[in-house]
């Protein structure tokens, strides 16, 4: 009987338990999701529905806004080239129909948009913008076919043939040429439509990529020789002193039809002189041959400036006036390069030294 009061005893306390933790858990809040399954599945469709077209339109809307012209305006470094856009022939066209043309192409702007506006707000962008054309070398050609075709027979005028056709077959891209055809007006870029932009594919060297022989652009009626513009031949200052002061500046418009050996031919050294000429060599060849130096150097006392320490140049010339600048330095500098008995010749003899008696310099 005593272990039956327990055993109910026990019963009843653990009943007690339940109860209570029963009552602990009917107020902990729950979260009815029987509720959401109850909805009307037409409602959540057209939730999600207006979701999509929601992102679909902003993401529409910023790609059309991002892909218009005016859009590049918004960098201030891109202004010259959009105003050089507006006033060309191709001012109707789309920016992204030239540079981004294609399906892929959309994808290939975005990614760059980015890069750019990186740039702009780093400051990390060059000006001017795209310098020396490089994106010239990335544009496709697939732009420009969508209007024009490869099979173009006229040319810009009867002293130029244009073969576009193999061009295109050798993988050369319209704006290889073409380089500022979108952007015309723009300052500080070189045009690639002139025969200097020929030249950086065709040459006369064997080791150039396309031939730089005449008739490969040019009708066999053409004047070879240049007759207008700054590098004319015909004007009468052409050969002295307009064709050296023009190679010196540059001297790839002459490489067009020039060999590098063929102004040699005529002045017997490398001309433009190199450094090394000019520092070393010069002194021994013009001494051993000074004519060779007298074809362009015609002027009195060209040597004087450099070689007589204190000729401040004419009105007097060199000789007239060495002896003050040696009563004033003395004669020790002259003979650096003079003999001792150099001076005698001319103030004891009364005659100048022959050139065959100088000592030659090494």
């Not at 020039?258 to 433009?272: A, D, I, L, S, Y």
Request: charged share 20%; with cysteine; aromatic share 8%.
């Amino acid at each position: 009987m005593l272990e039956f009061s327990k055993m109910f005893s026990f019963n009843f306390q653990r009943l007690k338990s339940r109860i209570k933790l029963s009552h602990l858990r009917l107020r902990i809040p729950r979260l009815r999701l029987s509720d959401m399954r109850n909805k009307n599945p037409r409602v959540l469709l057209i939730i999600g529905g207006t979701a999509v077209l929601v992102i679909v339109a902003v993401l529409g809307f910023v790609s059309s806004y991002t892909s218009r012209p005016d859009f590049c305006t918004k960098c201030h470094e891109m202004q010259p080239a959009y105003d050089a856009w507006k006033v060309s022939v191709h001012a109707e066209v789309n920016c992204v129909d030239c540079h981004y043309p294609g399906f892929f192409g959309f994808f290939k702007q975005k990614a760059a948009l980015a890069s750019d506006v990186f740039k702009h707000v780093t400051k990390s962008y060059t000006v001017p913008i795209n310098a020396d054309s490089a994106l010239s070398k990335e544009v496709s050609g697939d732009g420009c076919l969508d209007c024009h075709t490869p099979k173009r027979i006229i040319t810009p005028r009867r002293t130029l043939v244009m073969n576009h056709n193999i061009h295109i077959e050798k993988g050369v891209n319209c704006t290889t040429c073409h380089n500022r055809v979108g952007h015309p007006s723009s300052q500080g870029y070189s045009s690639f439509i002139s025969m200097q932009g020929c030249f950086r594919c065709h040459g006369l060297s064997k080791t150039a990529i396309a031939p730089g022989r005449c008739n490969a652009c040019h009708p066999k009626t053409f004047n070879l020789i240049p007759a207008r513009g700054p590098l004319s031949h015909e004007t009468g200052t052409w050969l002295h002193p307009d064709h050296g002061k023009n190679a010196e500046k540059d001297t790839n418009p002459c490489m067009m039809c020039h060999q590098k050996t063929f102004c040699r031919g005529c002045h017997g050294v490398e001309v433009p002189h190199s450094e090394k000429f000019k520092k070393e060599e010069h002194g021994a060849i013009g001494s051993k041959n000074p004519e060779i130096c007298q074809k362009c150097h015609q002027q009195q006392d060209f040597c004087n400036a450099c070689h007589h320490k204190g000729y401040d140049g004419p009105p007097g010339g060199w000789i007239p006036t060495h002896k003050l600048v040696v009563a004033k330095v003395g004669p020790a500098y002259c003979f650096t390069c003079h003999g001792p008995t150099f001076c005698a010749w001319c103030h004891v003899r009364g005659e100048k030294q022959p050139r065959t008696s100088r000592p030659q310099q090494q």
